[in-house]
């Protein structure tokens, strides 16, 4: 018999490592998008890059299961996330989401690799 392994009964140590992956990659950044994109349509500063990033951002906490719910999934949502990010930091100047835009990235690419 052909066995198709499930990625959640494959053990507890690959599920801790979906979680911290997902929530560094995809969850973290994405609220926080929420959060400064939202406070930036209130404040009367929006932008078409602040509603490029609420938009983008928005996205990931309303994902249905089937995309969501697998990290091939999630990954196919992150590059319209980080270019988001990265045109959100570079016409605000916002240096400190640029520069943790390198440690997400890194991030994204051990997702993929793994």
Same mark, same amino acid.
């Given at each position: 018999?052909?066995?198709?392994?499930?990625?959640?009964?494959?053990?507890?140590r690959?599920?801790? *490592?979906?979680?911290?992956?997902?929530f560094?990659?995809?969850?973290l950044?994405?609220?926080? *998008?929420? %959060?400064?994109?939202?406070?930036?349509?209130?404040?009367?500063?929006?932008?078409?890059?602040?509603?490029?990033?609420?938009?983008?951002?928005?996205?990931?906490?309303v994902?249905?299961?089937?995309?969501? *719910?697998?990290?091939?999934?999630?990954?196919?949502?992150?590059?319209?996330?980080?270019?988001?990010?990265?045109?959100?930091?570079?016409?605000?100047?916002?240096?400190?989401?640029?520069?943790?835009?390198?440690?997400?990235?890194?991030?994204?690419?051990?997702? %993929?690799?793994?």
């Amino acid at each position: 018999l052909y066995h198709v392994a499930d990625p959640y009964q494959t053990g507890d140590r690959f599920t801790a *490592g979906y979680v911290l992956i997902a929530f560094l990659i995809a969850v973290l950044p994405s609220l926080w *998008g929420i %959060i400064r994109g939202g406070m930036d349509f209130v404040r009367g500063r929006s932008m078409e890059v602040s509603g490029l990033l609420l938009a983008n951002a928005a996205m990931i906490p309303v994902l249905p299961l089937s995309s969501g *719910g697998q990290l091939g999934g999630l990954l196919r949502f992150i590059p319209g996330l980080t270019l988001s990010f990265l045109f959100y930091g570079a016409l605000t100047e916002h240096r400190r989401m640029l520069l943790y835009s390198w440690v997400w990235l890194g991030l994204a690419v051990i997702a %993929i690799l793994a």
